[in-house]
DNA sequence: CTTTAAGTCTATCAAGTTGGTAGGGAATCT
DNA sequence: AGATTCCCTACCAACTTGATAGACTTAAAG
């Protein structure tokens, strides 16, 4: 399951989105649109920053903004960065690999089924981006 | 990801698939074939059990084995009993549901994208059983 | 050049979950 | 009766999650 972490990560991008290229958004502005406590939220905006998604200005006028095109950033990028590995499994996971402890991937059944389903996740979550968040 | 509870339970069941009809196989042999702490595999084995999954028997002779053909078992009613929700949000989950607050199931990007994941996932983990564990 | 308006950073915390252990009780076989 | 094996309850340390507090830094306005 998403954390409320991530629930909260996708809110406030989708808001940003609906923004993209109106100029910084307060981090107050998106806590009370969104319903998301403030200094939870300043948390999260400030990884996403600094993980290259959003970009900022302090002062009067400034706020939160996408760094790129909405269509461009990928829903798995999102996943992988604020709530971890998509697969179900570490020895499974493209960006989380782990190898497995006790158990040859070469002949667990459970490896292969997860790389199925892992596929099948990824076939949608990498083709879909924040635009895709609003309509 | 699924928790090593879960990746214990598949083992354990993957090597109770390969020792069907073969009478009941005792917890610690499952234990030091399979690697898993003896005192945590007989809570999984009894939860199996009171799930249905499995049955065991007390005494000399005694031991756990599998209640049905594992042809009959799907993998996917396993995680969600030993691991819980395979949706990624509460909202689309169809055995965990719960509604989202704050946020229109109607209008929301991520509700659709997220059950577009779970479908593609269970047209896996609902069409694999427990045979499909070994070969 | 001071005030004010923002974001930035570090630390902390309560509650819940996870992985694992301990020890005795209950059933069954010989 | 005694040995064997599962059953049950309780407990615990470590970690994670969701959230808050408060001081600090940068930038704009006047």
Excluded: W
Excluded at 5 to 27: D, H, N, R
Excluded at 46 to 69: M, N, P, Q, T, V
Excluded at 100 to 125: F, P, T, W, Y
């Amino acid at each position: 399951m998403l954390s409320k972490k991530s629930q909260y990560a996708f809110k406030a991008l989708a808001y940003l989105t609906e923004k993209y290229k109106q100029g910084p958004v307060l981090i107050a502005e998106v806590s009370k649109k969104k319903k998301i406590p403030l200094k939870f939220l300043e948390n999260i905006l400030l990884e996403l920053k600094k993980a290259d998604i959003l970009d900022s200005k302090k002062g009067k006028g400034g706020g939160y903004f996408l760094k790129k095109d909405p269509a461009k950033v990928k829903v798995a990028t999102i996943v992988r960065l604020v709530n971890g590995p998509i697969a179900m499994l570490p020895c499974v996971s493209l960006y989380f690999y782990e190898r497995c402890k006790n158990c040859d991937e070469k002949q667990c059944g459970l490896h292969d089924m997860m790389i199925e389903v892992r596929d099948a996740s990824l076939a949608i979550l990498e083709n879909r981006t924040l635009s895709d968040l609003v309509h």
